[in-house]
Nanobody, 124 residues
Framework: QVQLVESGGGLVQAGGSLRLSCTASRGTFSSYPMGWFRQAPGKEREFVATISWSGASTDYADSVKGRFTISRDNAKNTVYLQMSRLKPEDTAVYYC?????????????????WGQGTQVTVSA
């Protein structure tokens, strides 16, 4: 069973940047497509970004395209989310997730393992 731990969240001003990390233990990290999701208070968890097992393919929600970059380092069992030009509406708890299937995925029910989340707060 894969265990995922996120880090890197915090408080940042609008226009600033943060890099989130998600490190996996147990399982075969390099074989799992990965995703980042976020959940704001009172809202459902939503897709942010996804990356294939090799890192060759990525995709993003329209709301973050051009501002966020997902990447992975399989040697370090870690996936990253570089967030730039942050906006107050990016405030949420950010979760990483792993799936046993192949290819990119965009919905929460396509992922099998989840981290505990890390809070990102963007002040105006």
């Amino acid at each position: 069973q894969v265990q995922l731990v996120e880090s890197g969240g915090g408080l940042v001003q609008a226009g600033g940047s943060l890099r989130l990390s998600c490190t996996a233990s147990r399982g075969t990290f390099s074989s799992y497509p990965m995703g980042w999701f976020r959940q704001a208070p009172g809202k459902e968890r939503e897709f942010v970004a996804t990356i294939s097992w090799s890192g060759a393919s990525t995709d993003y929600a329209d709301s973050v395209k051009g501002r966020f970059t997902i990447s992975r380092d399989n040697a370090k069992n870690t996936v990253y989310l570089q967030m730039s030009r942050l906006k107050p509406e990016d405030t949420a708890v950010y979760y990483c997730a792993a799936r046993r299937g192949y290819g990119l995925a965009y919905s929460t029910n396509r992922y099998d393992y989840w981290g505990q989340g890390t809070q990102v707060t963007v002040s105006a």
